[in-house]
């Protein structure tokens, strides 16, 4: 038998994409729906538009307290009762924030799905908010304050958030800092819930074994809840990173350092998306990547690199991650470099036709289980994406030229702007980058104070 | 409900012993093909540990047919997905590619078996060794907490029992890797008999059989696999291990030996565990987190292997809380639960999240066809997902009361991780 060679593909896919139905119920709640019938399953997910952006000044991880407490009791049901009405439909629920929503997940057996569209309703309308719950969750939220910084990859990214969005309301951690959570009050929750959790501020996405007329029909029996108009959403100070800059965090004894590089972007929804894609999966979105491949599999530094383009709704921002061996940062830094350079100056058509062929070939894949389709939905609404961008995703990536990709690389990538920020030993580490660097190193501590 | 778990598939064995199960979902263009070798951390020996998880690496590095860094970029240009995973007791391969790309993954996961060791070189073995030591770097030594487990199991497991050591292995010994026994260790295990290959997802039985057996059937089998020894277990007194990370909060972990999977006891284990932390109403978790407030999380499970188990329970103090003071309330908790038993509804609740776990369970084909082969491996019967639910729906409270009795009163391992600089003057 010959296995010299790769077998080709076989016959083309059939794929059809879900169809996707959209409807307002009287109070402005705005409904995305598919039907799904392969598994008696039904995924809710309310999203509402009141992610941390929405944190008063000093009041960081107001959004994040108020989602944990969320469902810590609602309508007649204490904390526990709730707890153990959702358990013993075996439905699961589950609270997410992000830096522009909260999400509010339940998913349910489809014969159990009434009561659990029920109980979800119960959280978002009327949640308790008790004093005793929420100073219990308040501890909880400063204890894992405390604990975040005890993991350098963690101090990594949330000080490389806060030096590349600087200046803006994406710059504060989502979970807050211990400061501001500790000068939250229970009035604070309770108001940030009622301005926010209004019908015309969120969307309800379903994604299950019902029909859509079924659906509506208990809709309005349990979502008929009052129609509060949101405040206008404004987002005034945007912030531009000037000028590249170096920053060091000591961790005693690190095994490793853990790396970040990047600066902001241009948004989600801008037309050079999926020029930038294409390019970012040459460069680091993917495990045949060059930078993986070059720093994992020539060198053997990391267990792992890669690159991408982050977005949050008004503002993104391009990243490369990693967490090296101690002795190699300062080697790690000139291949990056090195990668970042060679990125602009040289694409190959292979190189394009192998990412391109990766995003086409995967996207059924991406519609697999209900909470994938249902978070598809969500990015739909998350940046304001076209109607039809899952119907033109296969057409927008194919006819994305080298030319457009190239174009992404010399402009989205900018070495002028980089912002480095390696969390390490100082005794092993700082002397490398010293020697591979002529830029003032600036060290800050863990909370990202400057260390004079 | 049950008649979607009730699953079709078919199952054949090629002549040279592989194992093959053919099951059919045609709901979305994917395939999964699933590859198991009954070969994990426990057929190591104390001194060259380490290396089932090393071959989680060498297996993407090329084969005869295929050049380095070609597995990934096969995969990845058909639009697939692909990884491994390493347990004390197997090693799995696996990838989910397009449907009509299902011969390729065959061709990858067929070169590999046959004919990896032509490919094999020093310079391979020494990159992946890096790499290795930095994933045991990232995942474990820099990682708060990260090396917990590695001190549990081996002061569970004596010395001399498989399940001493960790499935990364002992970083002394993943210096010291050589290629001869790296060679050695594929030939003793990466067989055809000794494997179990599930294909899953948009196939047709016949077509899928005869690439199955293009590919596979030509791979000659090996010898007999060598038998683990186990030696007898039982611990004879509780130890108490004290260990310092650099760390803010104290966290303690018990564990007491239990069963090995599919025994009796563990699904009942299991339900305990779910009533213990399953749910914020789960006794150790009201009691510790939501009314005492001295934790800040608390969660329990029982750890199944193949040859033997654990049942661990692990708290995170809150700031200057004594972890003595965590001990005695969740040995009060214990106690109660062994005096008064569980309740009705706690079972009735309990059995309802495993039930409905087992229907979302069967949306992703990836771990579905896992599980699949999990019960081909272990039971030797692909269609198993009914039976193993039913060992949990028919439990009566009497059999998860007596678990406290039988297991938790037993010698235990006390693994108590503080801070280095003692921040709240505890301990």
């Known amino acids: ?452 | 409900m049950n008649e979607i778990l009730d699953i079709k598939y078919q199952k054949h064995i090629l002549k040279n012993g592989l194992e093959l199960v053919l099951y059919k979902d045609t709901s979305l263009p994917i395939v999964s093909v699933n590859l198991w070798y009954k070969v994990g951390s426990a057929n190591e020996i104390e001194g060259k540990t380490g290396f089932s998880h090393l071959f989680e690496h060498m297996m993407f590095q090329g084969s005869k047919n295929v050049p380095k860094e070609m597995h990934f970029k096969y995969i990845e240009e058909a639009g697939g997905n692909l990884n491994g995973s390493t347990s004390i007791d197997r090693t799995n391969y696996y990838e989910t590619v397009p449907s009509n790309s299902l011969e390729l993954a065959l061709w990858l996961e067929s070169d590999r078996m046959g004919f990896l060791l032509d490919a094999m070189t020093q310079d391979k073995l020494d990159n992946q060794k890096d790499v290795v030591m930095n994933e045991r770097r990232q995942r474990y030594d820099n990682q708060p907490y990260g090396l917990a487990w590695e001190i549990i199991f081996s002061n569970l497991f004596p010395t001399d029992h498989p399940y001493h050591w960790p499935t990364i292995g002992w970083m002394k010994d993943i210096e010291q890797f050589e290629l001869e026994d790296v060679k050695h260790f594929f030939k003793t295990y990466y067989s055809p008999n000794n494997a179990s290959l599930v294909v899953g997802g948009n196939i047709n039985y016949d077509d899928a059989l005869d690439l199955v057996k293009k590919y596979f059937e030509e791979i000659p089998s090996g010898n007999s696999i060598p038998q683990i020894k186990i030696p007898q277990l039982e611990l004879k007194q509780s130890k108490k291990i004290v260990h310092r990370d650099n760390v803010q909060l104290s966290k303690l972990y018990l564990a007491w030996n239990t069963v090995e999977l599919y025994n009796d006891d563990d699904s009942p284990l299991d339900i305990l565990s779910d009533i213990l932390t399953g749910s914020k109403n789960g006794r150790l978790f009201k009691s510790l987190v939501f009314e005492k407030q001295i934790a800040q999380d608390v969660s329990s499970f029982q750890y199944s292997g193949k040859l033997s188990g654990m049942f661990v329970i692990v708290a995170t103090a809150k700031p200057g809380v004594n972890l003595d003071l965590i001990k005695s309330e969740i040995l009060k908790v214990l106690n109660q639960i062994e005096h008064d038993g569980i309740t009705v509804s706690e079972l009735e609740r309990s059995k309802n999240t495993v039930s409905s776990s087992f229907i979302y369970s069967l949306q992703n084909l990836n771990s579905l066809v896992n599980q699949i082969n999990n019960y081909n491996t272990n039971i030797g019967e692909p269609n198993s997902f009914i039976y193993d639910l039913e060992r949990v729906t028919s439990l009566e409270k009497a059999k998860v009361d007596s678990m406290i009795n039988t297991y938790l009163k037993n010698s235990f391992v006390e693994l108590h991780i503080l801070p280095k600089e003692v921040a709240f003057g505890n301990e």
């Open chain 1, 1 to 452: 038998m010959n296995r010299s060679t790769a077998p080709d593909s076989t016959g083309k896919l059939n794929f059809q994409l879900p169809g996707i139905q959209q409807f307002t119920l009287n109070n402005g709640l705005n409904i995305l729906f598919v039907e799904k019938n392969n598994l008696p399953i039904v995924n809710m997910s309310l999203i509402v538009n009141a992610g941390s952006r929405f944190d008063p000044k000093n009041k960081s991880g107001l959004a994040y307290l108020t989602s944990m407490l969320i469902d810590e009791g609602a309508g007649d049901f204490s904390a526990l009762e709730l707890d153990n009405e959702i358990e013993s439909l075996g439905s699961i629920f589950g609270v997410s924030t992000d830096s522009d929503l909260i999400y509010l997940n339940m998913l349910s057996i489809s014969d159990k799905f009434e009561r659990s569209l029920e109980l979800l309703s119960m959280v978002y309308t009327t949640p308790i908010f008790s004093i005793d719950d929420f100073d219990r969750e308040k501890q909880k939220l400063l204890t894992s304050i405390i604990r975040n910084y005890d993991d350098p990859s963690y101090i990594a990214s949330s000080n490389f958030r806060n030096l590349v969005f600087n200046n803006s309301p994406y710059a504060n951690p989502i979970i807050g800092d211990s400061k501001s959570v500790e000068s939250i009050t229970n009035s604070e929750v309770i108001q940030f819930h009622k301005n926010a959790f209004t019908p015309d501020n969120s969307h309800l996405i379903v994604v299950g074994n019902i029909s859509q007329s079924q659906l509506e029909t208990l809709l309005n029996k349990y979502f008929s809840v009052s129609t509060n108009k949101r405040k206008e959403d404004s987002f005034l100070s945007l912030s531009k990173n000037e000028k590249s800059s170096f920053y060091f965090i000591n961790k005693d004894g690190a095994a490793q350092s853990e790396i970040r590089i990047g600066h902001l972007t241009n948004n989600r929804n801008d037309p050079d998306y999926y020029a930038k894609i294409i390019m970012n999966s040459i460069l680091g979105g993917q495990f045949s990547s060059r930078l993986n491949l070059n720093l994992r599999e020539d060198k053997g530094f990391t267990y792992g690199i890669s690159s991408g383009f982050y977005y949050n709704r008004h503002l993104g921002n391009f990243q490369i991650s990693t967490s090296v061996q101690s002795e190699n940062s300062g080697e790690t830094i000139n291949e990056i470099e090195k990668e970042i350079n060679g990125i602009k100056q040289n694409i190959s058509s292979e190189e394009i036709d192998f990412s391109k062929s990766y995003l086409i070939k995967r996207f059924p894949a991406m519609f697999e289980t209900y909470s994938q389709i249902s978070n598809n939905l969500s990015s739909l609404i998350h940046y304001s994406l076209d109607k039809k961008y899952f119907d033109n995703y296969i057409q927008n990536i194919e006819s994305c030229t080298k030319h457009e990709i190239e174009i992404a690389a010399q402009q989205r990538i900018i070495a002028d702007e980089l912002i480095y920020l390696i969390v390490g030993d100082r005794d092993k580490v700082l002397p490398q980058l010293r020697s591979i660097t002529n830029q003032n190193i600036i060290e800050l501590d863990k909370f990202g104070q400057k260390v004079s």
